[in-house]
């Protein structure tokens, strides 16, 4: 919408199709049990720019990244390493227990906000969608195989704050944040293999934007203030 109007306000003033890009740095500190790609992607439904992956639950990973314009969400894929996708130790995964998969991390926006209305957003489960994945085929897959993305609508589970077992506390990370995985059947109850989960963020124009933004508005009330000013010319008889 608010491309839609940066441009109609820049027509009305003679100028040519001006886009409202954005200007916003987006920081992360994110890790995951036991691996994640994190993206940003100006639709829902299209995975992405890869900005940060990491591979160590233990270690927690950091980038600040420049949001190239009109990307509005963060997508991320975690893998839980089973023997289903080659990466477990000795027999595999058993049925419950035992191996959990999670996702956690904090997020900060400057020149822009989140879904939440603030500049910081952790991982919870108000402001962050998750479904459960799987790659094309049938397991065991590669360690290189990723499911195709697809738009998460699904609430995520939460498995307690930052700190609690069997993680303990990640370093930079919020201590109000979450370990996330999709919702789970309780007779199965830890061990999807993949997992994807998406928010959202709003970026705000650049100044330029701003800048013709404000001068439409002057225009149009300009305008407006001309027309309520003409006076009807007596018509003689």
């Given at each position: 919408?608010?491309?839609?109007?940066?441009?109609?306000?820049?027509?009305?003033?003679?100028?040519?199709?001006?886009?409202?890009?954005?200007?916003?740095?987006?920081?992360?500190?994110?890790?995951?049990?036991?691996?994640?790609?994190?993206?940003?992607?100006?639709?829902?439904?299209?995975?992405?720019?890869?900005?940060?992956?990491?591979?160590?639950?233990?270690?927690?990973?950091?980038?600040?990244?420049?949001?190239?314009?009109?990307?509005?969400?963060?997508?991320?894929?975690?893998?839980?390493?089973?023997?289903?996708?080659?990466?477990?130790?000795?027999?595999?995964?058993?049925?419950?227990?035992?191996?959990?998969?999670?996702?956690?991390?904090?997020?900060?926006?400057?020149?822009?906000?989140?879904?939440?209305?603030?500049?910081?957003?952790?991982?919870?489960?108000?402001?962050?969608?998750?479904?459960?994945?799987?790659?094309?085929?049938?397991?065991?897959?590669?360690?290189?195989?990723?499911?195709?993305?697809?738009?998460?609508?699904?609430?995520?589970v939460s498995y307690g704050l930052n700190g609690v077992a069997p993680w303990g506390d990640v370093q930079s990370v919020s201590s109000s944040a979450q370990w996330l995985w999709p919702t789970q059947n309780?007779?199965?109850?830890?061990?999807?293999?993949?997992?994807?989960?998406?928010?959202?963020?709003?970026?705000?124009?650049?100044?330029?934007?701003?800048?013709?933004?404000?001068?439409?508005?002057?225009?149009?009330?300009?305008?407006?203030?001309?027309r309520s000013g003409k006076q009807a010319l007596p018509i003689e008889g």
């Amino acid at each position: 919408m608010k491309s839609y109007v940066v441009a109609a306000l820049s027509a009305a003033l003679g100028f040519g199709p001006i886009a409202a890009s954005h200007a916003a740095t987006l920081n992360m500190d994110v890790t995951a049990d036991n691996q994640f790609d994190v993206y940003v992607s100006s639709s829902d439904s299209v995975l992405g720019t890869l900005v940060l992956s990491g591979n160590a639950w233990g270690t927690t990973y950091s980038a600040s990244v420049t949001v190239p314009g009109g990307a509005d969400f963060i997508h991320v894929i975690a893998i839980n390493w089973t023997s289903d996708n080659g990466y477990s130790y000795g027999s595999g995964t058993p049925p419950s227990g035992g191996n959990p998969g999670a996702f956690i991390g904090t997020f900060s926006i400057s020149g822009g906000a989140f879904s939440n209305g603030a500049t910081a957003l952790s991982t919870d489960t108000t402001h962050w969608t998750a479904n459960p994945a799987t790659p094309a085929g049938s397991p065991p897959w590669s360690p290189t195989d990723l499911p195709g993305w697809a738009a998460p609508t699904g609430a995520p589970v939460s498995y307690g704050l930052n700190g609690v077992a069997p993680w303990g506390d990640v370093q930079s990370v919020s201590s109000s944040a979450q370990w996330l995985w999709p919702t789970q059947n309780p007779d199965y109850p830890y061990n999807y293999d993949y997992a994807e989960f998406s928010t959202t963020f709003i970026a705000a124009p650049e100044p330029a934007a701003w800048m013709m933004i404000s001068l439409g508005f002057a225009a149009l009330g300009f305008a407006a203030v001309r027309r309520s000013g003409k006076q009807a010319l007596p018509i003689e008889g």
